[in-house]
């Protein structure tokens, strides 16, 4: 992919590379050639294949929800539409059981997240060099260097990806921790647990620590949420592009791995949107 006869680690280096956009010291805003190029351009670099692909699919699931809410039946239903009640009543079976407050956002914003999240896993399971080689076609024409494009199909394989959306759901952590405990009730979280005293001097020795755990532990749960799905999916597309250097013996090793990774992909999907789901319920929580 590199080159004509790429090494290993160029192969590896060259699948693990974002199609980056930026605007470089040098060469101003332009896409990336390297990895070194990329890294130049610093933070606000965009990488244009993850949000390509984040939107593309995520306008696939509403779409796909869409058309089928529009022709819902009550007779018998089809096999597209018994598939997506599934998934609604699946979603809200787990919402009922883990949140308690009141919210019309929860259960919508569940079902998105699981189905955004695994139709981005699924495409772990694209063969690691169709679309990359396609791209390279494409950016030939238009008289790019194959070697220098890049382009990764796998959004939770790029950290900025999963900590955007972690990100989002911590700034929904904040909002119903201060809509259902007020702002005094969220500071209040944060300096008077979980150590407490009825000594008002003794509690006030004991602010800083409080503020100090809760924090760490307010901070962690976007982090792990995000570091949790993108080391798993990172992982897999890791192994993908390890079989594919094999060459001619990779089939049989490439079909095992990918029924297996079958379930790793909906399974972190559930496990991120059950993770939002609690933390949302903690939220909300009095104690």
């Given at each position: 992919?590199?080159?004509?006869?790429?090494?290993p680690?160029?192969?590896?280096?060259?699948?693990?590379?974002?199609?980056t956009?930026?605007?470089?010291?040098?060469?101003g805003?332009?896409?990336?050639?390297?990895?070194?190029?990329?890294?130049?351009?610093?933070f606000?670099?965009?990488?244009?294949?993850?949000?390509g692909?984040?939107i593309g699919l995520g306008l696939?699931f509403?779409l796909?929800?869409r058309?089928?809410?529009?022709?819902?039946?009550?007779?018998?239903?089809g096999g597209v539409?018994?598939?997506?009640?599934?998934?609604?009543?699946?979603v809200?079976?787990?919402?009922?059981?883990?949140?308690?407050?009141?919210?019309?956002?929860?259960a919508?914003?569940s079902l998105?997240i699981?189905?955004?999240?695994?139709?981005?896993?699924?495409?772990?399971?694209v063969?690691?060099?169709?679309?990359?080689?396609?791209?390279?076609?494409?950016?030939a024409?238009?008289?790019?260097d194959?070697?220098?494009?890049?382009f990764?199909?796998?959004?939770?394989?790029?950290?900025?990806a999963?900590?955007?959306?972690?990100?989002s759901?911590f700034?929904?952590i904040?909002?119903?921790?201060?809509?259902?405990?007020?702002?005094?009730?969220?500071i209040?979280?944060?300096?008077?647990?979980?150590?407490?005293s009825?000594n008002?001097?003794?509690?006030?020795?004991?602010?800083?620590?409080n503020?100090?755990?809760?924090?760490?532990?307010?901070?962690a749960?976007?982090?792990?949420?995000?570091?949790?799905?993108f080391g798993?999916?990172?992982?897999g597309?890791?192994?993908?592009i390890?079989?594919?250097?094999?060459?001619?013996w990779?089939l049989?090793?490439?079909?095992?791995?990918?029924?297996?990774?079958?379930?790793?992909?909906?399974?972190q999907a559930?496990?991120?949107m059950m993770l939002?789901?609690?933390?949302?319920?903690m939220?909300?929580?009095?104690?």
């Open positions: 992919m590199a080159g004509n006869n790429p090494t680690t160029e192969y590896i280096q060259h699948h693990l590379q974002n199609l956009f930026g605007n470089h010291p040098e060469h805003w332009s896409i990336a050639h390297s990895a070194d190029e990329a890294a130049e351009m610093g606000w670099a965009i990488h244009l294949d993850t949000l692909w984040s696939v509403m796909l929800f058309k089928v809410a529009q022709s819902a039946t009550t007779g018998i239903p539409q018994n598939f997506v009640e599934l998934m609604v009543e699946f809200d079976n787990s919402v009922k059981d883990t949140f308690h407050g009141k919210s019309n956002l929860i919508p914003l998105t699981f189905c955004w999240v695994f139709l981005m896993n699924l495409m772990d399971l063969p690691v060099d169709v679309l990359p080689m396609l791209a390279q076609k494409v950016g024409m238009f008289g790019a194959p070697a220098h494009v890049y990764k199909v796998v959004p939770t394989t790029d950290v900025n999963t900590l955007g959306m972690s990100l759901v700034a929904l904040i909002f119903y921790t201060i809509r259902a405990k007020g702002f005094s009730g969220f209040g979280e944060l300096t008077l647990h979980p150590f407490n009825p008002k001097l003794v509690q006030a020795l004991f602010v800083p620590v503020f100090l755990l809760e924090t760490v532990t307010l901070i749960k976007p982090i792990s949420l995000a570091l949790r799905l798993n999916l990172y992982a597309e890791l192994i993908f390890l079989i594919a250097m094999i060459g001619l990779q049989p090793l490439h079909f095992p791995w990918a029924v297996f990774h079958i379930l790793v992909i909906t399974l559930f496990i991120f939002t789901i609690v933390y949302l319920a939220a909300v929580e009095k104690h």
